[in-house]
């Protein structure tokens, strides 16, 4: 368990390298959104990344960016039909911030930096690291500020369509809790960022004591 | 729509980084010092307004009636990459002073999400060409006004007592959070 935490932590794309920064504080008003965000954004780092690997030897060097820019984009507006055809509310609520996974620093970066100089199983592997902790973090943003901003947690709601469930739970009774609508707010997204941040050096320095 | 008011709208309360989330790389790399915030916005804005014209005309007039609005982030993002290889060599040739200050944060802009974002949400708003121009202006001049107070801000932080696990980035976020309130409010109640 220990080392699965420090598998995902130790590169983790948000927490750790600070990337991908726009959709991890804009789409994170609750878990739901969250984590199928982190998912989409894996699926897209995933598919560029196997083809980048398989490519690289066939595109020059000082095409590299534009190229694999192109790459992800194709990925990207695969996903966004796709989206938009099987789970409209989703795709709904996401709105622009599909679009730009395409400049998501994280999938670009990856592709430059570890699947143009390794193997195709290597960069799979790599592809599922960075994306799972991104889907992790982002699952704890969405977590927390939906908690705190409304006192729900939702799990599946807009994607109910697709699988036949509606999970949506209380979690504190109301009369004990008021849930602080800040959280929910784009405000408070920068709050709850700088307080799990300020955390998690907290828990590190713990670490190398 | 009221011009003005879409301005000012797009300026304060529904400030792109700070309400949108859009340009937060640069929002927090680059502006930690006054000057590079500066240039930094400047390059954005153009990119911006340029690009938002053309993307309007492309959108409007060649994907619109072919029946394929689909490609949009393919070609949009086309479009931005070849503008700023485009304005880069542009200056380089005609303005060498220019050129030596904004030189490094032209390459970063291609994959500032704030262009992107700002192209796209012009298309999803379906804003007229005089609204497109409005809107852009105002939200890149919103970015630069942002991301200038807060290099300032951070210049201060520098120097601040603060709890170590929170120095840096933390304390950055936090201090955006209290900049992101401020602006809000704008909205009014």
Redesign the interface.
């Known amino acids: 368990m220990k080392k699965i935490i420090k598998w995902l932590m130790d590169e983790n794309p948000l927490f750790v390298l600070c990337l991908g920064l726009c959709p991890a504080l804009a789409v994170t008003t609750n878990f739901e959104n969250g984590y199928l965000m982190g998912l989409c954004v894996m699926m897209v780092l995933l598919l560029s990344n196997i083809t980048v690997s398989l490519l690289s030897r066939f595109i020059s060097d000082h095409m590299r960016v534009p190229a694999y820019i192109m790459i992800i984009a194709t990925f990207v507006t695969i996903l966004e039909l796709l989206l938009q055809t099987y789970v409209e509310p989703l795709s709904k609520v996401l709105g622009i911030y599909i679009p730009l996974i395409v400049v998501n620093c994280i999938i670009l970066g990856r592709a430059l930096s570890y699947a143009s100089k390794h193997k195709l199983k290597d960069s799979i592997l790599d592809a599922l690291k960075i994306g799972l902790g991104y889907t992790l973090a982002l699952g704890l943003l969405g977590f927390i500020r939906e908690l705190i901003g409304s006192n729900t947690i939702t799990i599946m709601d807009r994607i109910s369509g697709l699988t036949g469930y509606v999970m949506k739970y209380e979690v504190f009774p109301t009369n004990d809790f008021i849930p602080n609508a800040l959280f929910t707010s784009p405000a408070g997204a920068f709050l709850t960022m700088g307080l799990v941040l300020g955390i998690i050096n907290m828990l590190r320095k713990g670490d190398v004591k | 729509m009221n011009l003005i008011g879409l301005f000012i709208t797009s300026v304060l309360a529904e400030n792109v980084v700070?309400?949108?989330?859009?340009?937060?790389?640069p929002f927090?790399g680059v502006s930690k010092d006054k000057e590079g915030s500066f240039g930094m916005g400047l390059a954005v804005m153009l990119v911006i307004t340029l690009s938002s014209l053309v993307t309007y005309f492309l959108y409007n007039y060649v994907l619109v009636p072919s029946d394929t609005e689909?490609?949009?982030?393919?070609l949009f993002?086309?479009v931005i990459?070849s503008f700023v290889q485009l304005f880069d060599i542009i200056i380089k040739k005609n303005f060498k002073s220019l050129h030596n200050s904004l030189g490094i944060y032209l390459p970063l802009i291609s994959?500032?999400?704030a262009v992107?974002?700002v192209v796209?949400?012009n298309i999803?708003n379906k804003f007229t060409l005089l609204e497109v121009l409005t809107y852009s202006i105002g939200s890149s001049f919103g970015f630069m006004l942002v991301i200038y107070i807060f290099s300032t801000i951070r210049e201060r932080l520098k120097h601040a007592p603060i709890?170590?696990?929170?120095r840096g980035?933390?304390?950055?976020?936090?201090t955006?959070?209290i900049m992101?309130?401020v602006f809000?409010r704008y909205i009014g109640a």
């Open positions: 700070l309400t949108k989330f859009l340009g937060m790389c927090f689909y490609l949009r982030t393919l993002i086309l990459a994959t500032n999400c992107l974002g796209l949400l999803q709890i170590r696990s929170f980035l933390p304390i950055a976020f936090i955006a959070f992101a309130l809000s």
